[in-house]
């Protein structure tokens, strides 16, 4: 059902901005042709952050916490949610949009762990936009048989520039960097680093084979966005999961 | 090279504006694009005129863009400065961390330029 976005309570909606009518006709009444200058002021990327506007407010409606995490290709993102959704089965209700350019691998890994999955294939774009995500939100709804979210997991696709630009109508933005990928990160990918509210630094049981400055990864996030979280989670080990858990049980809550 | 995603949205977005005002054709556009949005003018500049020619509507159109300097003002001493360092900052004047950005992460479409056929009173 979507009462916020209007769209009626068919579930195979999908919100065409196109014009019912073609802008002009041709062979027209012949008239003067004129130069104007229209005045818009307004974001380049207004249509998306219309409708992440009308998602967040379908998530507060429905008490869904969202959460969009972003990071490159292969940090480790997918790895994380699966032993997120073991630590909080039971307890909590999960459900998780999986973005991908074309495959459905990462969403089939999700439902193996008994949690609703659905996958936003974005046909070779490199990153998820709200519009997608609207869509993905409510047919993942229609698999869920009436029953409630607490936490919804919009995994990105992997890309850590992208991403950035487009809200999805997320609560949480979380951004991941892995062991591997280097330390020199943030001060690269500045906008990922400053939209984020939490930084997971991923794969830390690898630390020991990688030159990986801990304190400048931190020193510079800091530097470019002062209010941001920092935490060091190894999906392998299960190193600092539990501070992770902690602390989505404790925005959940607030 | 995400530029070409903002170009693509931004396509849209000019279509929605020239429908709306019964555009026949989209002659130009003024964006104003902050030193600290994360979007290299040049490059969206490319990626526009690339992507625009799969858009009849939009097919011609000029593409201008204002850059926005990064100024901050200072909440200590209350003085405002320029500064092309993208990563935080500290007041030159006085040291303070606490800072107030006053421009710079604008990615805005400040006017488009239309081309619409009125119907003649004659
Ligand atoms: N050593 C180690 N490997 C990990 C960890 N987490 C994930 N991996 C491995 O990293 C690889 C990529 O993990 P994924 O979870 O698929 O990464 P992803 O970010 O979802 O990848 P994309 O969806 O393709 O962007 C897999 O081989 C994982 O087993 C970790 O904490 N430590
Ligand atoms: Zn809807
Ligand atoms: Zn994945
Ligand atoms: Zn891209
Ligand atoms: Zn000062």
Redesign the interface.
């Known amino acids: 059902m979507c009462d916020v976005c209007g769209c009626g309570h068919s579930h195979d909606h999908s919100h065409d901005?196109k014009?019912p009518h073609p802008?002009?006709e041709k062979g027209?009444?012949?008239?003067?042709?004129?130069?104007?200058?229209?005045?818009?002021?307004?974001?380049?990327?207004?249509?998306?952050e219309d409708a992440a506007a009308g998602n967040r407010k379908h998530f507060d409606e429905d008490g869904i916490f969202a959460i969009n995490i972003i990071s490159s290709p292969g940090s480790g993102k997918t790895t994380l949610l699966e032993k997120t959704i073991d630590a909080l089965k039971g307890e909590i209700n999960i459900g998780v949009l999986e973005g991908d350019i074309e495959t459905d691998l990462d969403a089939e890994r999700i439902r193996k762990k008994g949690v609703p999955a659905v996958q936003l294939t974005t046909g070779g774009?490199?990153?998820l936009?709200s519009i997608l995500v609207h869509k993905g939100f409510h047919s993942l709804e229609h698999s869920l048989n009436g029953k409630r979210l607490d936490i919804l997991f919009i995994e990105n696709v992997g890309n850590l520039?992208?991403p950035?630009?487009?809200d999805l109508g997320e609560h949480l933005r979380v951004v991941l960097i892995s062991v591997p990928e280097g330390h020199d990160k943030p001060?690269k990918y500045?906008?990922a680093i400053k939209t984020a509210q939490l930084l997971i630094i991923s794969k830390t049981d690898l630390v020991q084979y990688f030159d990986f400055d801990m304190q400048k990864i931190k020193k510079?996030a800091?530097?470019?966005?002062?209010s941001l979280n920092i935490l060091e989670v190894s999906s392998k080990t299960g190193e600092g999961m539990d501070e992770w858990i902690k602390f989505l049980i404790h925005r959940l809550h607030r | 090279m995400?530029e070409v995603?903002?170009a693509i949205?931004?396509v849209?977005?000019l279509t929605?504006?020239?429908?709306e005002?019964?555009?026949?054709k989209v002659?130009g556009v003024k964006?104003k694009i902050g030193k600290m949005s994360?979007i290299v003018a040049d490059s969206l500049i490319f990626a526009f005129d690339a992507v625009k020619l799969e858009h009849p509507?939009m097919s011609s159109a000029a593409i201008s863009i204002e850059e926005v300097p990064l100024v901050y003002e200072c909440n200590t001493c209350k003085k405002t400065f320029e500064t092309d360092n993208?990563?935080?900052q500290t007041c030159p004047f006085c040291g303070s961390?606490s800072l107030k950005l006053l421009s710079g992460e604008e990615?805005?479409?400040?006017?488009?330029?239309?081309?619409?056929?009125?119907?003649?009173h004659v």
Do not use: W
Not at chain 1, 32 to 39: C, S
Not at chain 1, 42 to 48: P, R, T
């Open positions: 901005t014009s802008p002009f027209g009444r012949g008239g003067i042709l004129q130069n104007k200058v229209v005045d818009v002021n307004q974001s380049l990327l207004k249509a998306n774009a490199c990153h936009d520039v992208c950035s630009f487009f001060l500045p906008k510079d800091l530097s470019l966005n002062p | 995400h995603s903002i949205g931004m849209k977005e929605r504006i020239a429908l005002n019964n555009a026949k002659t964006l994360g509507l993208l990563s935080f961390y990615m805005h479409i400040e006017n488009v330029e239309i081309e619409t056929e009125e119907e003649s």
